[in-house]
């Protein structure tokens, strides 16, 4: 076991991955020398031919995983900024989610995209946003959402040995977060989420980088005398209803964090899964902690305001309990 960070438990998964099966290969902007270091050092190691660096051109990044997929590679397509993968969303939503299907069943998908979003850095909008939520519509993609170390490794293990195309959204902050991680291989499955903290009087799911706020709040809730039990979902697709549901039916409360804005978000959906088919366990209304819908301002003061804090899934959990 080792304590090790998000970003070199990427790097070991896709080493491990590159030695394991020959037809893995990693393409995008600057992925020999390696964005945040998740990719660095891997060109050594396995030699131009493997380790691609592209054009600035995400739509082109993507349509190039495709043709690698169909034609019997495994690709690991990097989109340096998650704000970016909408320049892709053609290649992504039109070509690579509904292949198999257009196919009928015919042509296997197995490609990964990875990407890093999110807030932390002070950056700007353009460099800032997470946007895993505007690809829960198009059907025929599977979305994984790493919270720590462990997760990062197993679950992009996981998704480089799937047939089907999948996204995987890291958070940029999380590149530097240490974690014991196992030092023999393992897989985390797709669709089983993590509940961290066990609890009786609400449930708060939270996504990515606001799990560790919902850890945080969790502890000073107990100190209030409400038990918050802490759901990662760890994957959006497929999506662990099962784990969620009997969470509700426990707790009669939930609550929903994410970095994402509020409209359209991944607490809309959860929200509107368990009212559809959990909504006799609630015992209050549902509610969204969630970035406001601007968006993602300037400058470490008015990006700190932006994003949820402790304070705000505390304050939310209180007044559902009261």
Do not use: C
């Not at 080493?15 to 992925?31: F, S």
């Not at 890093?116 to 353009?126: L, M, P």
């Not at 809309?268 to 969204?288: G, K, Q």
């Amino acid at each position: 076991m080792a304590v090790v960070p998000y970003l070199a438990a990427i790097n070991r998964a896709l080493a491990e991955e590159m030695a394991r099966d020959e037809r893995v290969v990693l393409v995008g902007e600057d992925v020999r020398a390696g964005m945040f270091g998740t990719t660095s050092g891997l060109v050594d190691r396995y030699g131009e031919n493997r380790v691609i660096n592209s054009p600035i051109w995400e739509n082109g990044i993507a349509g190039m995983a495709l043709g690698l997929a169909i034609t019997g590679m495994r690709p690991v397509a990097e989109i340096m900024f998650a704000d970016f993968m909408y320049l892709a969303m053609d290649e992504i939503a039109n070509q690579i989610a509904s292949w198999t299907y257009m196919t009928g069943g015919q042509t296997t998908v197995p490609l990964v995209i990875r990407t890093g979003g999110g807030a932390g850095f002070a950056i700007g909008y353009n460099h800032s946003q997470v946007t895993e939520a505007s690809f829960l519509n198009p059907p025929g993609l599977k979305i994984a959402v790493p919270s720590n170390p462990a997760d990062a490794y197993g679950l992009l293990k996981t998704a480089i040995r799937d047939d089907d195309p999948v996204l995987v959204f890291e958070h940029k902050f999380l590149y530097f977060m240490p974690q014991e991680v196992p030092d023999e291989e393992f897989l985390v499955p797709f669709g089983q989420a993590n509940v961290l903290r066990s609890g009786t009087d609400v449930t708060v799911l939270a996504l990515g980088s606001m799990v560790g706020r919902a850890l945080e709040a969790a502890g000073t809730l107990e100190a209030a005398g409400i038990s918050a039990e802490v759901i990662d979902p760890r994957t959006l697709e497929p999506f662990d209803r099962e784990t969620l549901f009997a969470s509700v039916a426990k707790t009669g409360r939930l609550v929903t964090v994410e970095e994402g804005r509020k409209r359209g978000g991944v607490g809309s959906d959860v929200a509107a899964m368990v009212a559809e088919e959990a909504f006799t366990s609630l015992r209050a209304p549902i509610v969204r902690v969630a970035a406001p819908d601007i968006p993602v301002p300037p400058g470490p003061l008015a990006e700190g305001m932006y994003v949820p804090s402790v304070e705000r899934i505390v304050e939310v959990a209180k007044g559902l309990v009261a």
